[in-house]
Nanobody, 127 residues
Framework: QLVESGGALVQPGDSLKLSCAASGVTFGVYAFSGYGMGWFRQAPGKERDFVAAFPRHSSTAYYAGSVKGRFTVSQDITRNTMFLPLNNLKPADTADYYC?????????????????WGQGTQISVSS
């Protein structure tokens, strides 16, 4: 089970920090049979897009070009929680944000490669 939190209504330029708490899914950095973890977002009327992820067996994250330099994903293995601090938010960042888990090993950006999904948390960026 994955549970996201931290979404809010903010103004352009603001910052937020999203959390994804996992139970029953082992973060894959230190576990041979663990899962890779990722963040996706879906704006109203649009497809679900990749944001950032840790592949299985890797502590190096990769990012979508639109968020690189503004978002920095991290993990707390002891708490089985993944974080996504978001800086300098823009109206284009408005979306429902989802965390996901799957046996990914490559730098995939496809939602279909992930098996487990949270319910999402909403971010609205507006002045």
């Amino acid at each position: 089970q994955l549970v996201e939190s931290g979404g809010a209504l903010v103004q352009p330029g603001d910052s937020l920090k999203l959390s994804c708490a996992a139970s029953g899914v082992t973060f894959g950095v230190y576990a041979f049979s663990g899962y890779g973890m990722g963040w996706f977002r879906q704006a109203p009327g649009k497809e679900r897009d990749f944001v950032a992820a840790f592949p299985r067996h890797s502590s190096t994250a990769y990012y979508a070009g639109s968020v690189k330099g503004r978002f920095t994903v991290s993990q707390d293995i002891t708490r089985n929680t993944m974080f996504l601090p978001l800086n300098n938010l823009k109206p284009a960042d408005t979306a429902d944000y989802y965390c996901a888990a799957g046996p990914i090993v490559s730098n995939t950006t496809s939602p279909s490669d992930y098996q487990n999904w949270g319910q999402g948390t909403q971010i609205s960026v507006s002045s």
